[in-house]
């Protein structure tokens, strides 16, 4: 990691006036998720169609047991690391106002952050597809697959976005937001290729906002938009960012 960058990053930070962070794969695989696709991917081990909404909702009972299989048994132990816990410091500090972020994972909120815009859901919530009623994961038995709405007997789903559905309207709109008014973007963990979420860096760039980027390789961010590129695991990177930040602060007083 280039300690110089790593400073100029902490004092764009320090200067923003409303600072995000955009959160992707990388920030959890560190956490010891897998990656969907390539090596090692869970789509090596598990098809595909399991997320799909069609499938779903014909075949409930095997795409749920892969889905228990994935995210709720070995998700469960999954739990926050130190780029998690530093942008929950960030925001508690009022340095970043928001996350958003493309994982399912809980990770962010697990860790203290607030104010999360989960663009794909989260795991953590199941939602009934008939009456639309929530409920908290870790509330339902899914030894008996699939689970069903104590309410009304419709079919449980996890609430995030399967293939073949949308995104939820209100993230998309508060995410969208978010990048149409922040003056610098943080990007962690992400290659930029899932839309639409993939847009969002290049809404706040074309509104003037200045892009810092932590990755382990380069994105289709970094030689396009991206003002700062810090490579390196976030983990470390924004550790060592907000020690810079401390000291910049402490000068400042």
Known sequence: MDQHLAKEAAGILVSGKYSIAFTGAGISAESGIPPFRGEG??????????????FFLIQPAESWQAIRDIFYTYFATIKPNAAHRTL????????????????????????????????HGNLC????????????????????LPP??????????????????GIPQEAFNRSTEAAMNCDVMLIIGTS???APANQLPLIAKRKGAT?????????????????VFLLGKAGEVLPVMDKYITELQSNQQ
């Open 192 to 194: 930029g290729e899932v």
């Open 148 to 165: 069903y709405c104590p309410s009304c007997l419709g079919l449980l789903k996890p609430d995030f976005v399967f293939f073949g559905e």
């Open 125 to 144: 919530r199941l939602i009934c597809i008939d009456c639309a009623t929530p409920y908290e994961a870790g509330n339902v038995d899914l030894s008996m």
């Open 41 to 54: 991917g869970i789509w090596n081990k598990y098809d595909p169609r399991m997320l799909d909404i069609g």
């Open 211 to 227: 892009i810092i980027e932590v990755g382990m390789e380069p994105s289709t961010y970094t030689h396009s938009i991206t003002d």
């Open 88 to 119: 929950a410091k960030w925001e508690q500090n009022g340095l970043i106002n928001s996350v958003i972020t493309q994982n399912i994972d809980n990770l962010h909120r697990d860790a203290g952050n607030k104010t999360i815009f989960e663009f």
